[in-house]
């Protein structure tokens, strides 16, 4: 499965400048972008799993990612639980949740699955916001205020957290749609009445997949949480998390391995520029978003690759999983 | 009628929708090594036989006996993985996936072959069925006939025991029938029972050695097929019942 090929070979380069940046002494605001170009960059590679190979438009990830982040500050908060049981623990968590929703979330299909997916953050929300496990004295911890997430780590060992997070996120992706279970979801997402004549067991090959993006989403969630130092109800379940999957997927191009990474880049470079017009942003992202759409349903990767630069530079590398 | 070398034996099979009983009491056999006609109007029954056996819909009653196993209530997936692939009237191929990977696909997971195994197996039903300079293409750019024969060749990858064939005749050019005839016979050759929907009578006559008519359902004839087209109540349901009595 990993021969050392070009690819290989540019990734491991690429990972190791980044991993050089801290370093050679790089601004902090150059490494918080970036550090958040790698959150997104494993949240989009996940979503792409979902939507672009799965035929699973699961707009509940922010549920996920928050069932991560709050079982990763309990542990810390009321167990004093080492990281590297923690955060294991944070995405078993956000797993088995998605297990156990699966079973009448697996019932409906398309839009239905998707709005019953989104009905996922906002139920989290309420109830998170309402909970209050033990009254400590003089601190407003649990409902409303959150809980305070004490790692000890330095912003530069998270870094590094979600650099390896991030490059994990792309080797997985080589390697799931090159797995049998790959080529099942993609007879899926193409076809899904041909799958099943064709034997593939359409429920199970969903449910992995499901499961195994909500482990690496919440894995995700946990580097973005640790580097936060604080989890609430109304940011942890908030849309703006799904707007970032699905802007980066959907410009960069849906169904294609090369997407994500482009569109996290492009997200994370608008989440930095946008703020200062705040009142466009919101106009600015829906009128990129729809011309996307409207002129290239492939994103930035479908467009690009119709053109000869792109496919002469794809020779050097292995083909592009479709 | 069932022996102890069917393959697949059918017993008074039922299937309504809503109000409309689509089969009706339906029973027969599929021998080991047979090729089996199954024609009728449209509006028979015959596809919905098909989608019975695969398991795409459950019948409201019946038993489906394959190697002498009921298969009634099985999901499609273990069905073909049981032995019983099946091709769809109106083609259904993998649109984005190459020729060769929906090929791949079906002998993965409906044969259980390694991925390396498939590769090669899909390889070689490309070459027999005449696809392997199309193995490249997505298979959404693919001409009918090749969606036909990429259906076919989904289909065997797999070694299945039995082969339900949905009309692949159908829409083809009357100079593309022979091609299929043999490919039919050899597939049989190498041992696949096949049971055929087809209304081509020249397809029919060549390709089966035994042949069913359903009309509204029922069946209503079944026997050499030479014999079987010559029968007044399959005439009558094809044609009318004047002509018969001139």
């Known amino acids: 499965m990993f021969r050392l090929n070009a690819e290989y070979i540019l990734l491991v380069i690429l990972t190791l400048i980044m991993a050089l940046l801290p370093v050679v002494g790089i601004g902090w605001y150059t490494l918080h972008v970036l550090f958040l170009f790698f959150v997104y960059l494993a949240l989009a590679n996940m979503w792409n799993l979902l939507a672009g190979y799965s035929g699973l438009v699961s707009l509940g990830q922010p549920a996920f990612m928050g069932i991560a982040g709050y079982t990763l500050a309990m542990l810390l908060w009321f167990f004093d639980t080492p990281l590297y049981i923690a955060i294991p623990a944070a995405c078993a968590a956000a797993t088995a949740f998605a297990a156990v929703l699966s079973i009448p979330l697996f019932r409906m299909r398309g839009f239905y699955f998707s709005i019953g997916t989104l009905l996922l953050n906002e139920i989290c929300r309420v109830w998170f916001n309402w909970w209050r496990p033990i009254p400590v004295p003089g601190a407003p911890v649990g409902g409303g205020a959150g809980f305070g997430i004490r790692s000890g780590l330095s912003p530069i060992s998270i870094y590094y957290l979600a650099l390896a997070v991030g490059i994990a996120s792309i080797i997985l992706m080589r390697f799931i749609l090159g797995s049998k279970l790959g080529a099942g979801l993609m007879a899926i997402r193409d076809n899904e009445r041909a799958a099943a004549t064709c034997g593939i067991d359409i429920f199970r090959c969903k449910l992995y997949s499901f499961l195994i993006a909500t482990f690496f989403t919440g894995l995700a969630a946990c580097v973005f949480y640790l580097f936060q130092g604080h989890i609430e109800p109304t940011g942890a379940f908030s849309i703006s998390w799904l707007n970032v999957m699905l802007m980066a997927v959907i410009i960069g191009g849906i169904s294609t391995e090369e997407g994500p990474i482009v569109g996290s880049a492009i997200v994370v470079l608008l989440s930095q520029l946008l703020p200062r017009y705040a009142e466009y942003s919101p106009l600015i992202l829906g009128v990129l978003l729809t011309l996307i759409i409207t002129f290239t349903p492939p994103g930035i990767i479908g467009m690009m690759r119709k053109t000869r630069l792109y496919n002469a530079m794809l020779k050097y590398l292995s083909k592009p999983i479709t | ?246």
């Open chain 2, 1 to 246: 009628m069932a022996s102890d070398d069917s393959i697949l034996d059918v017993q008074r099979l039922k299937k309504s929708f809503g109000g409309l009983v689509a089969v009706r009491d339906f029973s027969f056999h599929l021998g080991k090594g047979e090729i089996l006609g199954l024609m009728g109007p449209n509006g028979a029954g015959k596809t919905t036989v098909f989608n019975l056996i695969s398991g795409v819909y459950k019948p409201d009653s019946g038993v489906i006996k394959y190697k002498g196993m009921n298969i009634v209530g099985l999901p499609p997936h273990k069905i073909r993985r049981l032995g019983i692939a099946r091709t769809y009237q109106i083609p259904q191929p993998f649109p984005r996936l190459t020729v060769l990977q929906n090929v791949q696909i079906a002998a993965m997971y409906g044969g259980g072959f390694s991925k390396a195994e498939s590769e090669k197996r899909a390889h070689e039903v490309l070459d027999f069925i005449g696809l392997s300079d199309k193995k490249d293409m997505p298979a959404g750019n693919l001409k009918l006939l090749d969606l036909k024969m990429l259906e076919l060749a989904r289909a065997i990858v797999s070694n299945p025991s039995v082969l339900l064939v949905d009309e692949v005749g159908a829409g083809l050019r009357e100079a593309e029938i022979p091609h299929l005839v043999k490919i039919l016979k050899t597939i049989n050759e190498m041992g696949v029972s096949i049971m055929l929907i087809e209304h081509i009578p020249r397809l029919v006559v060549e390709t089966v050695d035994r042949l069913i008519v359903m009309n509204a359902g029922e069946k209503i004839a079944d026997g050499k097929p030479r014999e079987v087209i010559r029968d007044a109540r399959v005439i009558e349901c094809y044609l009318g019942k004047e002509i018969v009595e001139e």
